[in-house]
């Protein structure tokens, strides 16, 4: 026996009676939020290499022990949005000096990096930030950085 399926309307299908599944993440005990803020100038065709405060933070050189850090998002914008292309890339530097690279991108007037959970920072590593100026005239930049501190997850095999 053949069964004709006619259809119920035309064009493209009708998901208003689906409901999705969301999950929204809950912050874990003892996440604190991680802001700073740099605001500085670039000569033309030049970068500047710089971390925050003494290294990681204000007061710690690289992320405390017993700690991770999670950096969500990097973003640097010009005072010269349409004149000025700039370069972002970050790097994960160890207590050796080694550095390895994260991710980079370049933008006019405005470049950002989202990281997330793809790369935890753990204790003795700290975030390095290179900002180049593409552009002919000095640039008058600010970079903001985004993410949390964790207690660091201990693992056992």
């Known amino acids: 026996m053949v069964k004709i399926i006619t259809p119920r309307g035309r064009g493209r299908p009708d998901y208003t009676s689906?409901?999705?599944?969301?999950?929204?993440g809950t912050p874990k005990r003892g996440q604190q939020g991680y802001w700073a803020n740099?605001?500085?100038?670039?000569?033309g065709y030049s970068y500047v290499q710089l971390t925050i405060g003494q290294g990681f933070s204000v007061n710690y050189e690289y992320v405390p022990e017993g700690q991770q850090?999670?950096?969500?998002?990097?973003?640097?914008t010009s005072s010269k949005p349409s004149s000025t292309l700039l370069i972002l890339d970050v790097?994960?530097?160890n207590q050796q000096g080694n550095l390895s690279f994260i991710g980079g991108t370049?933008?006019?007037?405005r470049a950002v990096v989202e990281v997330g959970r793809?790369?935890?920072?753990s204790a003795g590593e700290r975030p390095v930030y290179f900002v180049n100026n593409?552009?002919?005239g000095m640039a008058h930049v600010t970079l903001n950085i985004f993410g949390f501190t964790e207690p660091a997850e201990v693992?056992?095999?």
């Open 18 to 24: 689906e409901v999705s599944r969301s999950v929204v």
């Open 38 to 43: 740099a605001k500085f100038f670039i000569p």
């Open 69 to 76: 850090f999670v950096l969500e998002r990097v973003e640097v």
């Open 91 to 93: 790097y994960v530097e």
């Open 106 to 109: 370049k933008g006019l007037g």
């Open 118 to 121: 793809a790369r935890v920072f």
């Open 134 to 136: 593409l552009s002919p």
């Open 155 to 157: 693992t056992t095999l």
